[in-house]
């Protein structure tokens, strides 16, 4: 849907495998990037180079819309080392409270890999020192 409909919405819900298909085609700078006039430029899309012609690329409605609150189940998963396509497009929208929910606690937290996960998921909230 288009990002005017979204909006409308109190409480949009969306899954981890659609943030997944959709974050190949990146985010709003990406897409700003592929827009200029030169056809067959070689834009970096995400972690991917891709030579466009004359293919419309828009990136997804979800990034286009200044959320109040973005909530994120399995929330323990956004502080992992090795991000996903998932967690990086969850942190490409924009949203004035980010919230993490998880009934699972972040392993080892005394462990230097623990604060690993505490870091990253403080990244991931955008935490103002971060």
């Avoid at 996903?84 to 699972?104: L, P, Y």
């Avoid at 606690?105 to 020192?129: C, E, M, V, W």
Wanted: aromatic share 10%.
């Amino acid at each position: 849907p288009e990002p005017k409909f979204l909006a409308m919405f109190i409480i949009v819900l969306t899954t981890s495998q659609r943030m997944t298909l959709e974050w190949k085609n990146g985010n709003v700078q990406d897409e700003l990037r592929c827009s200029t006039n030169n056809p067959r430029k070689s834009v970096l899309l995400g972690n991917f180079r891709s030579f466009h012609d004359e293919v419309s690329f828009e990136a997804c409605p979800l990034l286009k819309v200044y959320w109040l609150r973005l909530i994120v189940d399995e929330g323990h998963s956004m502080g992992k080392r090795s991000q996903n396509n998932s967690i990086q497009f969850a942190s490409w929208i924009t949203a004035q409270r980010r919230w993490a929910m998880t009934g699972t606690p972040t392993p080892q937290t005394a462990s230097q890999n623990g604060l690993r996960n505490i870091l990253g998921l403080l990244k991931f909230l955008q935490h103002d020192y971060f």
